[in-house]
Every structure is written in structure tokens, then in C-alpha cells.
């Protein structure tokens, strides 16, 4: 048996690519830069880059997080990162023609908070905003107007992965601040979803389900009208019985 030869293995580079999501004004957003150099310079594009040579995943996100958008991640070793964000390996994608410099490799990743503030261009991004991603993923096909290489389709599966996710976790929860209201976390499901959910049942459900959701001991009226209670995380990972998605 012949020796290990690196050589007769071709190269190629490794990437990170970021799929932010938050919920701003009711909608399901999602943080996209665009480019400032080629390839698909101009277009709008997940944020991400290059992984170094002496960093490990989850350090290359958490950097180009902070690099691209201005957004920090204190601990990119653990599930929590910056701003109290959910933060976890989405997929990886390696079409051999998905970049036109080279052969490269992306480990997308899944970033879920709430309250994200304005991001801040920089790195080899040139402007960066918070987009629908009903906006974003109804541009794939049209010329020039969809995301560069094929974020389209790791943004897709970014925002699956949360819709199907709230189902069967508590991970609705990460898009709300430390204490919430039933009726916020009514909201995050409805705009991950994109429908409408009865208040009556959704408060049945999510306050009956064991381990999901603990009294805080204060009310708010921030949301206006009547004061209602305010809760918190329960610590629950699985929700028994789940969160099933309305058929649409």
C-alpha cells in the first residue's frame, strides 16, 4: 500500500458564510453586505470570508461576524454568543462551480437573536442592512438582482432550519429578549412562519407545554393596552407536545 501523498489531492480554501436572522417590525429579517470587490461585486451577499490558517470554525464566524457588520460575538465556542445570540453549524456547501476564483468549500452557520442593532459595513463589504427574507429569497432567478454565489439557496435553508426548529425547541425564545411577553413570542412564531396564529391557543399551548416557559414575577404594557405577565426561557431543549407549524 502505497504512502499518503498530499500532493495528489487538489486544493482548495475553506469558508464561512453567516445566516443572521432576527425579527424586525413584525418580519423575519436577515442581515445581508454587499460586495465592494469581484467577484459579484455590488451584489448583496451573506456575510463571510475565508477561514485562516490558525482558527477553527466557529472563531473564523464569530470574526467575520465582527469584521463585515460590526456585530460581536464574545465566545464563538459556545452556543451563546454576542448580544445573547443563538449561534450553531447550519450545513456545508461545495459545489465545485458555487465560486468562480477557485475550488471553496463553505460551512455555513446560523445565527438567531433578538434586537440586533444596525449593522456597520467593513472587511470587503461596502454597505450592510437588515432584509425580509421574503424579499431576498423572491429575487433568486431575476438577473442581477439575487444574492452572489449561491446564497440563495444556503439563506433558504437557513430559514427552514429555524421555521422547523421552533416546532420541536425552544429556539423562538432566542429572537426575545431576556424577559418576554406571550404575545411577543406569539409574534416570533408568526413571523418566522409568515402566518397568523389565535392568541387564545398559542397562550394555551406555549404556557401548558412543560419546561418551555417560566413566570418572571413583573408585567409590561411596552406592547401597549393591558399590562401582561412577562416570562422567561424555561430551559426546556425539546417541547413535549411540539409546536406543530399550520399548515399554509
Not at 31 to 42: A, I, K, S, T, W
Amino acid at each position: 500500500m502505497s504512502p499518503y501523498d498530499p500532493s495528489a489531492f487538489p486544493p482548495f480554501a475553506v469558508t464561512v458564510d453567516l445566516v443572521v436572522l432576527t425579527v424586525r417590525r413584525h418580519a423575519l429579517c436577515a442581515l445581508v453586505v454587499r460586495r465592494g470587490e469581484q467577484p459579484f461585486q455590488g451584489r448583496w451577499a451573506l456575510p463571510g470570508g475565508f477561514v485562516r490558517g490558525d482558527e477553527d470554525l466557529a472563531a473564523a464566524a464569530a470574526r467575520e461576524l465582527s469584521e463585515e457588520t460590526g456585530l460581536c460575538a464574545h465566545d464563538p465556542t459556545a452556543p451563546e454568543v454576542g448580544n445573547g445570540a443563538h449561534l450553531e453549524q447550519l450545513a456545508t456547501y461545495g459545489d465545485p462551480k458555487r465560486d468562480p476564483r477557485m475550488r471553496v468549500v463553505s460551512v455555513a452557520h446560523l445565527v438567531l437573536a433578538p434586537d440586533l442593532p444596525a449593522p456597520r459595513a467593513g472587511g470587503d463589504a461596502n454597505s450592510a442592512r437588515w432584509a425580509p427574507v421574503d424579499e431576498l429569497l423572491s429575487a433568486a432567478g431575476q438577473a442581477g438582482a439575487g444574492l452572489a454565489f449561491d446564497h440563495e439557496r444556503i439563506l433558504a435553508d437557513g430559514v427552514e432550519r429555524a421555521r422547523s426548529k421552533i416546532e420541536y425547541s425552544s429556539l423562538a425564545t432566542a429572537f426575545c429578549p431576556p424577559e418576554f411577553t406571550v404575545g411577543e413570542l406569539r409574534r416570533v412564531y408568526e413571523a418566522v412562519w409568515g402566518v397568523a396564529l389565535d392568541p387564545r391557543n398559542f397562550h394555551r399551548k406555549v404556557t401548558g407545554t412543560p419546561g418551555f416557559l417560566v413566570p418572571a414575577g413583573g408585567t409590561t404594557t411596552r406592547q401597549g393596552g393591558r399590562p401582561a405577565q412577562l416570562f422567561r426561557a424555561g430551559g426546556a431543549t425539546l417541547l413535549n407536545p411540539p409546536m406543530l407549524r399550520p399548515e399554509v
